[in-house]
Every structure is written in structure tokens, then in C-alpha cells.
């Protein structure tokens, strides 16, 4: 049974910290997205790949957010120095993306990030 | 721009059905519906990518209005494990080409009581 899987799965660190988050996509799947739960915003994209290039980060706040596909096994979310603002449930997607019929998002367990 | 879905909630007996809309104001490619239960990530339902496409997964369906850029999800019969979050995504055209980038709405609380 193929996953997505998110590490780690909760982090809680201080302002000014920096948070690395990871995501290994479900083997052959070649579009990973990064999204941002909250209350508040609901579920927001922040960032996709297809073929591990970047498309779309415009969802991202640029001077801290960083995203990365260093190679077709890990995605990889950065946060520089975090914020109280930044606490959410990000969550890894990834999905096949040949066809349009073929692109559903399959969702990781997020990571639920608290700033304090 | 994020798509409107109504109502914000919905509370069931066991047997009961349920219609969700989902509203854009641009031009759509395809719409896609999530289920999220409490504590857990995003699953997929169905997608729908032709206007006036119509889709089943058990006792969820949906379709899909084109023109007047719509979306609806329709529970019958409805089951306690049906209760949940229910997203619909949707992606705006951009030429010939999508990448599935998905803009969510902001969900519809169904509760199904026994």
C-alpha cells in the first residue's frame, strides 16, 4: 500500500528557529505540493514540483519559506526563522500528473508545526 | 480566488441525504473533492473534468456545470463513516495545459448521527 510519508510528524521549536520538514512521494508519482493547513485559511498551497522543478511558489512567504527537491525520493519544506504565524499542519501531496485524468493529490499524515 | 462552498455545515441521521455546492468565479478545468476526518490528511473522492460530468464512488457522486462553473457532491443514504470535512479543489484553465494546481474551498462540515 503506497504512501506518502511526512517526517516529522509533529515539531514544536521556538521563534527564530529554523524547521526542516520532509516528504518522501509515493514511488513514480512525479508532481509534489506542499500545502499549509490552519483554522482560519483552510487548506493553502505553498508550493508544487513536476519532475522535481519547481512551478508555483507564489504561495509561499519568500524571505523564509524555502522549498527544495534535492532528488524523485525527498521534498523537503524550510522555514527560516520561523514565526508564531507559521504554527499549521503542512501537509506533502503527491500525484501521478501524466494525464488529467491521473491528478489526484495523494495527502501525507502532515506535519503539525508549533511556534512558540 | 478561493471557491465558495455551501452549506459551511450539515448535520444527519444515518440514512439521510446531502447536497455540497462548490461556486468559482473563474473558468474551470477540473474540479476535484477531498474527505478529511478529524486528526488525518485529505483523501480523494473523485475528480471531474468535462462540464456536465457525472461521477460515482458508492453513494457519492458529483457533477460538474461548466458553464455556470459549479460543482455539486451528493451523499445518499448516508453512512456514519460519511462524517467528516468535505473539500471540493478547484483548477482554473490556463491555456491547454494543468498541472493540477488545486484552490480549496474553505469546507462543509457533515456530522452523521446513528
Known amino acids: 500500500d503506497a504512501r506518502v510519508t511526512q517526517t516529522p510528524r509533529h515539531k514544536v521549536t521556538e521563534m527564530g528557529q529554523e524547521v526542516t520538514m520532509r516528504c518522501q512521494p509515493i514511488?513514480?508519482?512525479?508532481?509534489v505540493f506542499w500545502y499549509r493547513q490552519t483554522m482560519m485559511q483552510g487548506l493553502e498551497l505553498l508550493a508544487y514540483?513536476?519532475?522535481?522543478?519547481?512551478?508555483?511558489d507564489s504561495g509561499m512567504p519568500k524571505d523564509r519559506f524555502s522549498a527544495e527537491m534535492p532528488d524523485a525520493t525527498l521534498a523537503t519544506l524550510k522555514i527560516q526563522p520561523s514565526e508564531p504565524r507559521d504554527s499549521a499542519v503542512y501537509f506533502c501531496?503527491?500525484?501521478?500528473?501524466?494525464?488529467?485524468?491521473?491528478?489526484?493529490?495523494?495527502f501525507g499524515p502532515g506535519t503539525r508545526l508549533t511556534v512558540t | 480566488q478561493q471557491p465558495v462552498q455551501s452549506p459551511q455545515a450539515v448535520i444527519l441521521r444515518e440514512g439521510e441525504d446531502a447536497v455540497i455546492n462548490c461556486s468559482s468565479s473563474k473558468a474551470l478545468y477540473s474540479v476535484h473533492w477531498y474527505r478529511q476526518k478529524h486528526g488525518e490528511a485529505p483523501v480523494f473522492l473523485m475528480i471531474l473534468l468535462k462540464g456536465g460530468e457525472q461521477k460515482g464512488h458508492e453513494k457519492i457522486s458529483a457533477s460538474f456545470n461548466e458553464k455556470k462553473q459549479q460543482s455539486s457532491l451528493y451523499l445518499t443514504a448516508s453512512q456514519l463513516s460519511y462524517s467528516g470535512t468535505y473539500f471540493c479543489g478547484t483548477e482554473a484553465r490556463a491555456g491547454g495545459t494543468s498541472y493540477g494546481k488545486l484552490t480549496f474551498g474553505q469546507g462543509t462540515i457533515l456530522t452523521v448521527h446513528p
Open positions: 514540483f513536476r519532475n522535481r522543478a519547481p512551478l508555483d
Open positions: 514511488l513514480g508519482h512525479n508532481t
Open positions: 501531496a503527491s500525484g501521478l500528473g501524466i494525464t488529467p485524468s491521473s491528478y489526484e493529490q495523494y
